[in-house]
């Protein structure tokens, strides 16, 4: 066996499992399809719901006496309390909106049993974001976090920007399943932490995860995030994590911590599965509500498109993953 035997090959097409790049630049001509005034990317993935994604926000420009015709919510009570006389103040909108990524490409969400690995779907919602940040005029910028180590993306414009993040997510992917490492392995505490050091104040930030490494510790860091920033979760998952699936035989799984042989056909065995969904759901949805985050679902077994309610653009994949 040659040493150039041993080199990974990189997938030319998209199977699921892996990553290319050609899978990912193809949603820079998708990100059209939601510029304003379209509507919002996020609106589909809320059930249809208005979306509580935010437009662009306004930076306080200057005090000027009020003018007939002015908001009157824009009145500046202090300085009219102080001079006597109503003054209101002027906003300017902002030009930029830095956008920061946490894409999570860690064990966990290597895992998939219809069309992809969760890890995949991440990507593909990452690069659709990056293509609409930058078409936007806005940076994009990102941290991949694959349990090893980080993959630290500064905010950038243009082409450029979308291409880092890219690479970044694919790099990360493809070594998340070696396990020659020396170093402590990365925490999702950690990728937070270096959010947080990273991202400009007034970023739109997105963290894209199964979240089962989130912990109620977590929540100070979140809490810090949002003060000076805007903050989406966007939880991917399996339709087997709640118990979903026409596989009827016995099979031998493992998540990293432990491994057993389950039963598919037993209905103990969804029911077991849905439970331990459910209770993961509640914390996930209690700490957003309480950080007033908003938080969307992403299934790993439809394609990106199909659930943004666009009919283009599917991914073809080989089968069923684990």
Request: charged share 20%; hydrophobic share 35%; proline share 4%.
């Amino acid at each position: 066996m040659t040493s150039q035997d041993l080199t990974p090959t990189l997938p030319t097409h998209s199977d699921g499992v892996n990553l290319c790049l050609a899978e990912l630049l193809q949603y820079k001509n998708q990100s059209v399809r939601w510029l304003p005034p379209a509507q919002s990317v996020w609106s589909q993935l809320n059930g249809q719901h208005q979306s509580r994604h935010k437009g662009r926000g306004m930076n306080f420009a200057e005090v000027r006496p009020y003018q007939a015709g002015d908001d009157i919510r824009a009145i500046d009570w202090r300085v009219t309390a102080r001079n006597g006389k109503t003054h209101t103040k002027l906003f300017t909108e902002e030009r930029e909106q830095p956008v920061m990524l946490l894409v999570d490409v860690s064990s966990s969400m290597k895992f998939g049993t219809q069309l992809l690995l969760k890890s995949v779907q991440a990507a593909h919602f990452s690069s659709l974001l990056s293509w609409l940040a930058v078409s936007e005029q806005d940076r994009i910028g990102a941290i991949v976090f694959n349990g090893n180590r980080l993959y630290e993306c500064k905010p950038t414009a243009r082409q450029q920007g979308p291409l880092t993040v890219i690479n970044a997510i694919i790099d990360a992917h493809q070594e998340g399943g070696d396990e020659d490492f020396d170093h402590k392995r990365v925490s999702f505490s950690d990728a937070l932490k270096h959010l947080h050091h990273l991202c400009p104040k007034g970023s739109e930030i997105v963290v894209l995860s199964d979240f089962y490494q989130l912990q109620e510790t977590d929540k100070r860091r979140l809490s810090q995030l949002r003060q000076h920033n805007r903050l989406q979760f966007v939880q991917l998952f399996d339709p087997l994590e709640f118990g979903h699936t026409s596989f009827n035989g016995i099979e031998f799984v493992t998540d990293d911590q432990q491994a057993t042989w389950l039963d598919f056909s037993a209905q103990s065995t969804r029911d077991s599965l849905s439970q331990q969904f459910q209770q993961h759901q509640q914390f996930i949805q209690e700490l957003c509500k309480s950080l007033a985050i908003p938080l969307h679902l992403l299934s790993a077994a439809k394609s990106l498109m199909e659930q943004l309610g666009q009919p283009g653009a599917k991914v073809h994949s080989g089968g069923s993953h684990g």
